[in-house]
């Protein structure tokens, strides 16, 4: 029995040193946890990095023309000689102003927008149209509103009467008459002013509206860029901003 137990063990002892030998061992020996890091100042020392140069002076792509600040570059439009830019006419706002408040049209002429022109002198004709009647009105009412003032009461319409374009009218109906003719004289000069002002505003409105781009010329600019992603820390990364002129 003894014998037994002592070849028992001896195998026991054999089993346990063949398992420890064939036991799989693993590979590599696992990391230690990183150390918390402050994510704010690793943005800010990443952007910090990037030269100012690079980060001011971006890549612009588009039918406009380059001057780089160094001069290394070669611009990517064809230049326009002194000759050809003498043919071409530009049209200056101010100048449109100038003109239509020196005379009505006179700007959008300079506009070329002839088909203004007779709206514009219609309405001056109308006015001055308007005005001469009302004056002409005011002064034979006047005429008559004084004539029957200073004159002696009639007798058969008992009162101061006066005859005025084939009309007897007394010194009320007269002093009516002339104040009337002379608000709507007065009005007119005051219409034909405002006339006039928004005259030369349309003007300018119009000379503006012409000398803006209205092409599709499209630029774009390009700039390094540091893009924070949570969880992930920081990231490089291309900043693209289009100008649509």
């Known amino acids: 029995m003894k014998q037994f137990f002592t070849v028992l063990i001896t195998c026991l002892l ?89 005379l009505p049209g006179l700007g959008q002429i300079y506009n070329r927008q002839y088909w203004k022109l007779p709206f514009i002198y219609g309405g001056l004709v109308g006015a001055v149209y308007s005005f001469q009647w009302n004056q002409n009105l005011y002064n034979q009412y006047l005429t008559g509103y004084r004539e029957a003032f200073f004159s002696n009461v009639n007798s058969q319409y008992n009162a101061k009467v006066a005859v005025v374009r084939e009309r007897v009218l007394t010194v009320q109906q007269l002093k009516r008459a002339t104040d009337q003719f002379q608000r709507q004289r007065d009005l007119t000069v005051i219409l034909t002013a405002v006339g006039w002002a928004l005259n030369a505003v349309e003007a300018n409105v119009a000379a503006h509206m012409k000398t803006f781009d209205l092409s599709d010329d499209i630029s774009m600019n390009v700039h390094p860029n540091i893009l924070p992603l949570p969880g992930t820390g920081i990231i490089p990364g291309v900043r693209v901003a289009f100008t649509f002129k």
């Open 14 to 102: 054999v089993l346990s040193s063949a398992r420890s030998l064939f036991a799989q061992r693993p590979a590599a020996t696992p990391a230690a946890t990183p150390a918390p890091t402050d994510s704010t100042r690793q943005i800010r020392s990443a952007a910090d990095t990037i030269p100012e140069t690079v980060r001011r002076n971006g890549i612009r792509v588009g039918t406009s023309t380059l001057t780089p600040e160094d001069g290394s570059a070669s611009l990517d439009t064809a230049r326009v000689t002194p000759a050809q830019e003498a043919k071409i006419r530009k049209i200056v706002p101010r100048k449109a102003t100038i003109r239509s408040l020196i």
